[in-house]
């Protein structure tokens, strides 16, 4: 089994960066990670995935502001977050296999 747990959330101001981190207790290696993202009373969307190899994959609403990257060796994937705006405030999940589910972390961004 792999758990996930989210790390990094925080209050910004807009236009800001916000980097989130995604800690495995194992191996990831040949596992998709995916983040998602919950804003209040809107259904959770995908926000990025990343497979052991190949390119990252993006929401069209994020792309170019977010980038997505692994750390293999150390089972982490990072979420990072540029330009950010209120739209981007939500409870941040990172999911790996589609099973394993953290349990997420808010990022709150002030206009």
């Known amino acids: 089994q792999v758990h996930p747990v989210e790390s990094g959330g925080g209050l910004v101001q807009a236009g800001g960066s916000l980097r989130l981190s995604c800690a495995a207790s194992g191996s990831i290696f040949g596992l998709t990670v995916e983040w998602y993202r919950q804003a209040p009373g809107k259904q959770r969307e995908l926000v990025g995935s990343?497979?052991?190899?190949?390119?990252?994959n993006y929401a069209d609403s994020v792309k170019g502001r977010f980038i997505i990257s692994r750390d293999n060796a150390k089972n982490t994937v990072d979420l990072q977050m540029d330009g950010l705006t209120p739209d981007d405030t939500a409870v941040y999940y990172c999911?790996?296999?589609?099973?394993?589910w953290g349990q997420g972390t808010q990022v709150t961004v002030s206009s």
């Open positions: 990343i497979h052991t190899f190949g390119r990252p």
């Open positions: 999911c790996v296999a589609t099973v394993y």
